[in-house]
């Protein structure tokens, strides 16, 4: 079995339970592929990286506003805090692994999880404010090196 | 009768642990150790043929049972 069976990159964009949960099933698909994977996680797709105690609060009104505008906001199927109720009884029904464990399968890969500096700037983060087991932040340049060399990039 | 060097029952498991649980098991095994996959999932009878042939791990058998779909794949 090949150790490189070439790479992919998903920019993770989208931070909504429903977008998620595709976004870690398909990195830890391609993993299993044996390929290099790499998660771009930016804007909203970075709240699965931020650890579970920390609010965004923001230093300024505008991130202080986002703050208050995408705490716990899981999807857009939400319906106060319903549509992802829903979703993961449906998932425990059916067996499917909840977000949250396909992201610690993911790490387990070796699926790179790279969090988008300029997201945490935005949103007042510090690396201390995100998760351990990921890779240091980076930038679109960075993220643009990885996707030249990948034959499947996705936008999620 | 393919002898088996281990078995890896991903009963109740659904998409996509029973593939990535298949490929942590063969990695713990040796080139040309024979692997037993037990699923339940019904989307594994495609998926399995399809990532052994991708990944260029030898689909030996594969059988339906009752319900539970058996896969063996030998390690590249």
């Known amino acids: ?103 610690g399968t993911a790490k387990e890969l070796g699926v790179k999880l790279a969090p988008c500096q300029m997201t945490m700037d935005l949103m007042g983060l510090t690396r201390e404010d995100l998760v351990d087991g990921i890779e240091e932040p980076l930038g679109a340049a960075a993220a643009m090196a990885e996707m030249k060399r990948s034959s499947i990039n996705l936008f999620i | 009768m393919t002898a088996v060097t281990k078995t890896l029952d991903a009963s109740g498991l659904a998409c996509p642990m029973p593939i990535v649980r298949t490929r942590q098991a063969l990695d713990g095994l040796a080139t040309g150790d024979v692997l037993e996959l037990i699923s339940t999932d019904r989307g594994s009878w495609r ?30």
Not at chain 1, 2 to 8: H, I, K, Q, Y
Not at chain 1, 79 to 101: L, N, S, W
Request: proline content about 6%; charged content about 20%; some cysteine.
């Open chain 1, 1 to 103: 079995m090949s150790s490189d069976e070439g790479r992919m990159t998903i920019v993770c964009w989208s931070g909504e339970m429903d977008k998620v949960w595709p976004q870690y099933i398909l990195a830890t698909t391609g993993a299993a592929y044996g390929m290099h994977v790499t998660m771009f996680c930016t804007f909203w797709g970075l709240f699965p990286l931020k650890r579970p105690d920390v609010k965004i609060t923001g230093d300024n009104w505008m991130t202080k506003m986002m703050g208050a505008m995408t705490n716990n906001r899981l999807s857009h199927l939400n319906f106060g805090g319903v549509g992802p109720k829903m979703m993961r009884a449906v998932a425990d029904k059916h067996k499917v692994a909840p977000p949250d464990e396909l992201i």
């Open chain 2, 47 to 76: 998926d399995v043929p399809a990532w052994a042939e991708s990944t260029g791990n030898p689909l030996l058998e594969s059988r339906e049972e009752d319900g539970r779909f058996i896969f063996l794949i030998q390690k590249a």
